[in-house]
């Protein structure tokens, strides 16, 4: 059970609902970390008084520093100064929600002084999982994901010793403010139209992955390298309610799901008590009130990322690094409105076909990879 946590990416969706379940629980804060929002996370130290605050932005660290200069906490600046972050030595948890490939060599540096990981950040995963997954088993560190499905699979397996019982994980998806759309339909959306999900409340780009599918698709390729499975026994099904939030198939037959309301706070919460359960001051689920629960299979032709994901997950390698990389750079191109919406995945499907993919790479392979995929989409 958590003590003493770390936040990296604390003025975030997530990072500020993990602030609500710490000030709940009555955990201490040893350090948070942000990019650029400086009024943010002046409010979050002079709240939770922090040890350390870390901008990303070398400016807004200057600014935040003059800003906190009648509290103890010390500010630090640039990307670097997130592994000290990570590496607190008050901090027993790790909570990495930062966004993108930021999140791999802080996570790393966590994992090798053997803190708890709490993963929100998937692209760790997706980009340099084996080496994640490896460095954990060598550290004797726990990684419990906070995604609201890799906790679900995490909770329904938490009775399964041999994996080999395992024959199916069942990511479960809304689907996205376009579901049912054709391509076409889907290609005429806009920023404001991808941003109205319409179940969660998250930043906007995870949302904008949740609108093309290729936020199930990370999530397919995390869940491979968590548990350790290959892309076959791993599949994705629409569930537009968001109540049942995955589910485990196993091998005679029996079906266990993990059923909650769309709220980010009971799987960070679970994520902090484990692997106990603390009380949750949000009413539970009410069945007698939910909507009816309906399951479909997902459409890879309206919504190519999704088969975009599960290609790179087969082909293995660098080739997760690059689709991450590439979609990345495509998202952000999609939300400064200068490219349309099915550009994103003809945009990762050129840095697909045009990267050669390195097999069993090193962090610095899968670093390169990473940079070659955002070059190529940006060219």
């Known amino acids: 059970m958590a003590n003493t946590i770390s936040i990296l990416g604390s003025t975030g969706s997530i990072g500020r609902q993990t602030l609500d379940v710490a000030e709940q629980m009555g955990l201490r804060l040893a350090a948070l970390t942000a990019h650029s929002?400086?009024?943010?996370?002046?409010?979050?130290?002079?709240?939770?008084?922090?040890?350390?605050?870390?901008?990303?932005?070398?400016?807004?660290a200057k600014d935040l520093s003059v800003r906190l200069a009648d509290t103890g906490t010390k500010v630090l600046g640039g990307f670097a100064a997130l592994t000290e972050a990570a590496t607190h030595p008050a901090a027993d948890t790790v909570v990495t929600a930062v966004v993108g490939m930021v999140g791999l060599k802080p996570t790393l540096a966590a994992?090798?002084?053997?803190?708890?990981?709490?993963?929100?950040?998937?692209?760790?995963?997706?980009?340099?999982g084996e080496l994640v997954m490896d460095a954990a088993d060598a550290a004797g560190a726990e990684?419990?994901?906070?995604?609201s499905e890799h906790s679900a699979i995490f909770q329904c397996i938490q009775g399964c010793a041999d994996r080999r019982e395992i024959k199916?994980?069942?990511?479960?998806?809304?689907?996205?403010?376009?579901?049912?759309?054709?391509?076409?339909e889907a290609g005429k959306m806009t920023r404001a139209d991808a941003l109205r999900h319409?179940?969660?409340s998250m930043g906007p780009k995870i949302t904008v992955d949740c609108a093309t599918l290729m936020?199930?698709?990370?999530?397919?390729?995390?869940?491979?390298?968590?548990?350790?499975?290959?892309?076959?026994?791993?599949d994705v099904m629409i569930h537009r309610q968001s109540i049942v939030h995955s589910l485990v198939e196993y091998r005679d037959g029996a079906v266990l799901a993990q059923l909650g309301t769309p709220d980010m706070h009971l799987p960070i919460r679970y994520a902090m008590t484990y692997p106990k359960r603390g009380e949750n001051p949000a009413p539970?689920?009410?069945?007698l009130h939910c909507p009816p629960l309906t399951f479909a299979k997902p459409d890879r032709e309206s919504f190519p990322c999704l088969r975009l994901a599960e290609e790179a997950a087969g082909a293995g390698g660098t080739?997760?690094?690059?689709?991450?990389?590439?979609?990345?750079?495509?998202?952000?191109?999609f939300l400064a409105e200068k490219i349309g919406f099915q550009d994103i995945p003809r945009l990762v499907a050129k840095a697909r076909m045009e990267i050669p993919v390195v097999q069993s790479p090193s962090l610095e392979e899968i670093l390169e990879a990473d940079r070659a995929a955002r070059a190529c989409v940006l060219r």
């Open 37 to 60: 929002s400086v009024e943010r996370m002046e409010a979050q130290c002079r709240r939770f008084q922090p040890e350390l605050a870390v901008m990303t932005d070398e400016d807004a």
């Open 111 to 128: 994992i090798r002084e053997k803190k708890r990981i709490a993963l929100a950040n998937k692209e760790t995963l997706v980009c340099a």
């Open 143 to 147: 990684i419990v994901p906070v995604d």
């Open 168 to 184: 199916r994980l069942i990511l479960t998806c809304s689907g996205g403010p376009f579901y049912g759309m054709t391509y076409e």
């Open 198 to 200: 319409p179940n969660w």
């Open 215 to 234: 936020n199930k698709g990370l999530e397919v390729i995390e869940a491979m390298r968590l548990y350790r499975l290959p892309l076959s026994q791993v």
């Open 284 to 287: 539970p689920l009410d069945l």
């Open 319 to 333: 080739a997760c690094a690059v689709l991450n990389g590439a979609n990345e750079e495509a998202v952000k191109l």
